[in-house]
Each structure stands twice: as C-alpha cells, then as structure tokens.
C-alpha cells in the first residue's frame, strides 16, 4: 500500500463522513443531527471529486447539502415538538460499547482489505460525464425525474397544511 495524497484525503473524507453519521445516529437536538447530516453529504461530495466525478460532487453539495437540508430545517420549523428536552442517561458501559464497536468495524474493514487486490483494466469512466449523465437523465429517466419534482412539491404544500391545522386547533382552544 502507498501512502500518497490521494489516500490521506479519501481517509480524512471517509473519516469526517462517518462521524457524521454516528454524531446523526447519537445527537438528541434535531438541528445538530441536521449539521452532523450536512457535514456527511459534503465528504461525500469530496470523495466524488477524488473519484474525478466533478459533476456528482457539485450536484451532491448543490441538492443535498443545500435543498433537502432546507426542505428539513422548513420541516422542523413547520411542526410542533412537544418532546422532552432531557438527555438521555447513557453511562460509561454505552460508551465504552460504542468505541469498541467502532474500533472492531475499523479492524474488520482494514483486514478485509488489507491484501485485496483488483486487476487494474484501462477504462474512459470521466470523458464527457457530464453530458453522458444529462443524456441519460433527460431521455431514459425523465419520468422518475419529473415525478420526483411533483412528490417534493407535495410534501411541502402537504407540511404547509399540517402546521395550518395546529395553529387553528391552538386558536380555537384559546
């Protein structure tokens, strides 16, 4: 194995995209696991830069990173939490089992690796991948894609008409 730029950077990336998800899995306070979720989808898009999809990358910050993370923060600004905001009561023993399980899937992962090797065959993944991906986008998937367009807009106006009802059941009451 060689230790070249390249494989400190996925590291540093991967690393950073899978604390996030642990401190999403294990944050209580639903705009910390928001942060935690938008730290995760920006390594991803930097593991997509390493993998030399520049078009990926972009769109990953561009839709996940900024439009389905609105689209969470209007969600959680729309509904009511009525939740208790105590922490939870872990203790020392859940901890200790959390880094032993993070240490025995890091060892799992660097011996299942470790002697794997992959025939190297020449190929033309990142020629044109932009256009090859808007091709395929707009010819073969522009039913999926048009559809998934009308399914957000729903869930919105649908959100929109939830918290509506909550404010007028709470004015009738008063």
Do not use: C, W
């Not at 030399?52 to 609105?70: K, P, R």
């Not at 470790?114 to 990142?126: I, K, Q, R, S």
């Amino acid at each position: 194995m060689t230790l070249t730029g390249e494989f400190f950077a996925f590291m540093s990336l991967a690393l950073v995209a899978v604390i996030g998800g642990v401190l999403l899995l294990n944050l209580t306070k639903v705009i910390h696991m928001v942060v935690a979720l938008v730290f995760t989808f920006v390594s991803i898009a930097g593991i997509y830069v390493l993998l030399s999809a520049e078009f990926l990358a972009v769109i990953q910050v561009m839709i996940y990173s900024g439009a389905i993370t609105i689209m969470m923060l209007f969600g959680i600004m729309l509904t009511r939490h009525h939740g208790d905001d105590a922490e939870p009561k872990g203790g020392m023993l859940r901890k200790i089992a959390l880094l032993l399980g993070v240490i025995g899937f890091g060892a799992a992962v660097y011996f299942g690796i470790y002697d794997l090797n992959f025939e190297a065959v020449p190929n033309t993944l990142h020629e044109n991948n932009t256009e090859q991906i808007g091709v395929s986008l707009f010819s073969h998937y522009i039913i999926p894609f048009e559809l998934t367009s009308v399914i957000l807009l729903a869930a919105l106006v649908g959100a929109i008409v939830l918290a509506r009802k909550d404010d007028e059941k709470e004015g009738d009451q008063e």
